[in-house]
């Protein structure tokens, strides 16, 4: 009787990435991104090199398990559920009147 040896093989997905740990560069490009501004937007707003840009992007895809920016962009409105909403609106950044 011979045995034969079963074997699985682990990868991770994006289930297993449920709450990934941002640096807090990558947290305000992300949500520049989800804000909906092109690279060359959040580049000049934020002050930063495009080559510094894409590294922070990379960073952000691998953490969070995604291929490209429009996932990046679908998986934290995905994350922001049940959260504050106004990334993408003036009061979001404005003082009270």
């Known amino acids: ?10 990868s991770p997905s994006s289930s297993l990435l449920l709450d990934p740990t941002l640096t807090s560069e990558e ?8 804000a909906g501004k092109t690279e060359k937007q959040v580049c000049h707003e934020l ?34 559920r049940g959260l504050d909403q106004r990334v993408d609106r003036r009061e979001r950044y404005e003082r009270p009147v």
């Open 47 to 80: 002050r930063i090199s495009p080559g510094l840009l894409l590294r922070i992007m990379r960073d952000l895809r691998e953490k969070t398990a995604t291929t490209d920016r429009c996932s990046l962009v679908v998986w934290a409105h995905q994350q922001m």
């Open 1 to 10: 009787m011979t045995r034969s040896l079963k074997t699985s093989s682990f």
């Open 27 to 34: 947290a305000i490009v992300l949500r520049s991104l989800v």
